[in-house]
Nanobody, 124 residues
Framework: QVQLVESGGGMVQAGGSLTLSCAAS????????MGWFRQAPGKEREFVAA???????YSAASVKVRFTISRVNAKNTQYFQMNSLKPEDTAVYLC??????????????????WGQGTQVTVSS
């Protein structure tokens, strides 16, 4: 089975940092684009960042200077370093994977596999 397992979420005060990870199995990881989406209660799923199979990184403007996405293919893992966290960042963060060359990187519809999510809560 294809599995994406997120970890690293938790509660942090505003201005703090967290590092999320997403471990993949059941796919040839190096051939897949990887992404992070987030969903807050009562709101639609939102694109946050993605990293292509060629290690080209993309991110939403609201997080570009604060969050960094990376991947280590030898570990079948992608990482998401989140700094200067704000209460508005509170959400469930979801790892996603898609076959390379699948279309717009910020479209949730193009991602085939999803993790269960990890909760990030930022207090003021």
């Amino acid at each position: 089975q294809v599995q994406l397992v997120e970890s690293g979420g938790g509660m942090v005060q505003a201005g703090g940092s967290l590092t999320l990870s997403c471990a993949a199995s059941g796919i040839t990881f190096s051939n897949y684009d990887m992404g992070w989406f987030r969903q807050a209660p009562g709101k639609e799923r939102e694109f946050v960042a993605a990293i292509s199979w060629r290690e080209m990184a993309y991110s939403a403007a609201s997080v570009k200077v604060r969050f960094t996405i990376s991947r280590v293919n030898a570990k079948n893992t992608q990482y998401f370093q989140m700094n200067s966290l704000k209460p508005e960042d509170t959400a469930v963060y979801l790892c996603a994977a898609r076959d390379r060359g699948s279309g717009d990187f910020n479209s949730a519809q193009t991602y085939e596999y999803w993790g269960q999510g990890t909760q990030v809560t930022v207090s003021s």
